[in-house]
């Protein structure tokens, strides 16, 4: 019987072109490996060219077209599988000899998506390239130095192809100013380069663009040795908008940037537990030269800076902060899989300090270049159980503080609605007229199993300047934190604050 007339309606010859239509993808991917010479190329190619393989092949057989549209689905999947995971390889390749040329300060991370199965390899999604800005902008503006924009045309030749993936750009600044003008400054500047981008040729459709401000810090603010490395363009491509939106999500309440606070003057010390290995490992080792920031005005290092406090003041029977150990971080234990991008390592040291070493953090949308329309990252508004928008008190020291309405989405506990703070004296006296009813700004954290939820009063006179709330994703409760006060002396308390659903 001649290969032809075999029918694939038997089970057994199905899966025997399906095994053939497999090695044949792997066998594919070799000889690529043979050209390439490269180790990493090898390990990417085989496993998006068997993951290519399989998908072509699968669609093969749901053709009904016989054994050789499974072969021939598997060939060209395992063509595309492998051919994707080199590409990144190449572009990555080609940035790093740019940046090497230009004599840029470049990072390389890939990005992975979970596998399907624990037995299975994570499959390769993208990468993110980070440039720290050496000039490429003056300071406070959006416009490309002269300089800048011809290393930014040089670097945009890595991207060119004709390839279908999606390309985001993420404008970051230092702290120094004012949290919304960073965030618009911070878009202009990644739209800037953007658009430098879809000059060389990519398709501005598959283009975004990100201000994120201040909002993801690499390196202290409060030192003006290290601020200036926080500015930096941020390159991210990967598979799809799909892909990308996960990026996204997954970036925008990630607890591996409470390393670092947003606050640029150094405030009463603050005496903490010994921190983990991983947290001295990690923490920037000081240069002798200082790095240009946002601001032309700096604070000197180690110098602690005090707010004179006129407004009513609340005794909450707290302690003073330099005379505190703060130990709430050791409660968050970062996500696992898709782009938590924080080792496990990480876990007791995150955040490695409190809301009194920050300040509310302001992040844009993404935006596509040619439409202009915003990407769509949250397309439900469930909330995670118990949290939407309920109202959570508790007594300190006998006064009331309520924080309203505790409002969290499911996907990436994003805050849906911000809240007012609300502040009764001596209410467990008997007292019920509020001292005071002030709004806030949220910001929360996503751990596995719990959420900081970070608040800061709007008022710098309010009784209260801000506060820590760890809230479990299962229970509806909080499990933890703080709240933080100012008195007369210039000094800021902390007390403990457990609010309970009411």
């Known amino acids: 019987m001649s290969p032809s007339s075999l029918s694939l309606r038997s089970p057994n010859l199905r899966g025997t072109a399906l095994a053939v239509a497999i090695a044949v993808g792997v066998s594919g991917c070799a000889s690529v490996e043979e050209f390439s010479r490269s180790h990493s190329r090898t390990t990417n190619c085989l496993v998006g060219g068997t993951l290519g393989a399989l998908t072509g092949a699968a669609a093969g057989a749901l053709s009904n077209k016989g054994d050789g549209a499974i072969i021939g689905g598997a060939l060209l999947g395992a063509a595309a599988g492998c051919g994707a995971a080199l590409a990144y390889k190449d572009r990555i390749d080609r940035l790093q000899r740019l940046a090497e040329e230009e004599h840029l300060k470049l990072d390389v991370e890939t990005l992975n998506t979970p596998a399907a199965t624990a037995s299975a390899a994570p499959q390769e999604a993208g990468f993110v390239a980070q440039v720290q800005d050496q000039g490429m902008f003056p300071v406070g503006s959006a416009q490309l130095s002269a300089e800048g924009e011809r290393q930014v045309r040089k670097l945009a030749s890595a991207f060119t192809g004709q390839r279908q993936t999606a390309i985001l750009v993420v404008g970051h600044t230092d702290a120094t100013g004012n949290a919304s003008f960073n965030q618009q400054l911070s878009e202009r500047r990644a739209r800037a380069v953007a658009s430098i981008l879809a000059e060389q040729g990519i398709a501005p459709q598959r283009m975004y663009f990100q201000g994120a401000g201040a909002s993801r810090p690499i390196a202290d603010n409060a030192d003006p040795l290290q601020r200036g490395k926080n500015r930096r363009v941020e390159f991210v491509e990967v598979n799809d908008t799909a892909t990308l939106v996960k990026r996204v999500n997954a970036e925008q309440n990630n607890p591996k940037y409470l390393a670092h ?36 005005a700096k604070a000197k290092p180690g110098k602690p800076t005090f707010t004179p406090h006129t407004g009513p003041v609340v005794d909450f029977g707290g302690t003073a902060v330099s005379a505190s150990q703060w130990t709430l971080g050791q409660t968050i234990t970062p996500k696992s899989g898709g782009f938590s991008l924080i080792s496990s390592a990480y876990a007791s040291s995150i955040p490695v300090s409190s809301c009194e070493a920050d300040q509310p953090r302001e992040s844009g949308k993404v935006i596509n270049l040619a439409s202009g329309q915003a990407l769509d990252t949250h397309p439900t508004t469930d909330y995670l159980p118990g949290y939407n928008n309920r109202v959570w008190a508790q007594t300190v020291n006998g006064h009331l503080v309520t924080i309203s309405p505790v409002s969290i989405l499911r996907v990436d506990a994003a805050v849906d609605r911000q809240p007012f703070i609300q502040v009764v004296t001596d209410y467990s006296q008997g007292n019920r007229k509020a001292l005071v009813k002030a709004d806030a700004v949220a910001n929360t954290y996503e751990g596995e199993d719990r959420v900081l939820y970070r608040v800061f009063l709007k008022d710098p006179q309010a009784p209260v300047s801000c506060m820590d709330v760890v809230f479990s994703k299962g229970s509806a409760q909080a499990t933890e934190g703080a709240l933080f006060y100012p008195l007369r002396n210039g000094e800021t308390y902390t007390a403990r604050f457990v609010p309970v659903r009411t």
């Open 261 to 296: 606070g947003t606050a640029t003057v150094v405030k009463a010390p603050v005496r903490r537990s010994k921190p983990a290995v991983a947290e001295q490992a990690a923490k920037p080792a000081k240069s002798s030269t200082p790095v240009a920031s946002e601001s032309v």
